[in-house]
């Protein structure tokens, strides 16, 4: 539309729970900083966040929207099965939830999910060797990376099993030949762990144009050094810290995520 909204959304501020509310708004903060940093690809991958209570309650995308057209009001609300609760002119993807669902359902601590096919991210997934200890950001992600072989497009419930065996504890994951994964207890979590991931492959992506053999694999000490770092309620990156400028940044380059 002209002025920018999307059709067939209304507000929902005051009708929903106020947990629910700053559920929704924390979730389309993330679609935002995702479109920000050009992260998205066209209406497709997705970020989930489950609303706080008994019900086992997700948001997530209205399919066909484009992250930066993402506002709080916009998300749909679903059940662990993919079922709409709400009324809604959207539907959402079941392959992104297929994904989603499993981690959501196995993980009490994955308040949020964000999946992702950047560049970046699919190439280093599609090496052999995964994340190489290249750069001071890949030590950090290191620790806490999983990965999960390729089976083509999530359809197929049968992989969720898979999925979350692969995951264990860990709060990021390559996913082989098809994208990145980040979970989190929050927003801010969530958030500051991906950044972390995309930048460690966008580097190796960069160092390795001067050929395998011609980069410096971090000494181990200094790995183990990193690896050591204890957590500071945010798996030890610092999330709570950079989130509130993250939303600064929203309100001067894409505001509305939280209407």
């Given at each position: 539309m002209?002025?920018?909204?999307?059709?067939?959304v209304t507000s929902l501020q005051g009708k929903?729970?106020?947990?629910?509310?700053?559920a929704r708004v924390d979730l389309a903060a993330l679609y935002r900083l995702v479109a920000l940093h050009g992260w998205d690809d066209l209406i497709y991958t997705h970020i989930s966040a489950r609303i706080p209570g008994p019900e086992h309650h997700f948001l997530i995308n209205p399919y066909g929207l484009m992250f930066d057209e993402i506002t709080a009001s916009s998300l749909v609300k679903v059940d662990l099965d993919g079922q709409v609760l709400?009324?809604?002119a959207y539907f959402i993807n079941p392959a992104g939830f297929t994904i989603h669902s499993a981690i959501h359902?196995?993980?009490?601590?994955?308040r949020f999910v964000m999946h992702l096919h950047t560049d970046q991210g699919v190439a280093v997934a599609a090496q052999k060797e995964g994340l190489?200890?290249?750069?001071q950001h890949a030590l950090i992600v290191l620790p806490r990376l999983a990965y999960h072989d390729y089976e083509g497009v999530a359809l197929n419930l049968d992989e969720r099993e898979r999925l979350v065996a692969d995951i264990g504890s860990k709060t990021l994951m390559l996913l082989r030949n098809h994208g990145t994964l980040a979970v989190g207890e929050t927003a801010a979590n969530c958030w500051v762990g991906m950044f972390y991931l995309e930048r460690a492959c966008k580097q190796q992506?960069?160092?390795l144009s001067a050929?395998?053999?011609?980069?410096?694999i971090a000494p181990d000490a200094a790995q183990d050094a990193v690896r050591g770092l204890g957590s500071n309620g945010s798996n030890g990156i610092g999330g709570a810290l950079a989130w509130p400028g993250c939303l600064r940044r929203l309100d001067r380059h894409s505001p509305g995520y939280d209407a």
């Open positions: 002209a002025d920018g909204s999307v059709a067939g929903v729970s106020a947990e629910e509310w700053q709400q009324e809604t359902a196995a993980r009490d601590d994955a190489l200890p290249l750069s992506v960069m160092a050929g395998r053999d011609n980069v410096l």
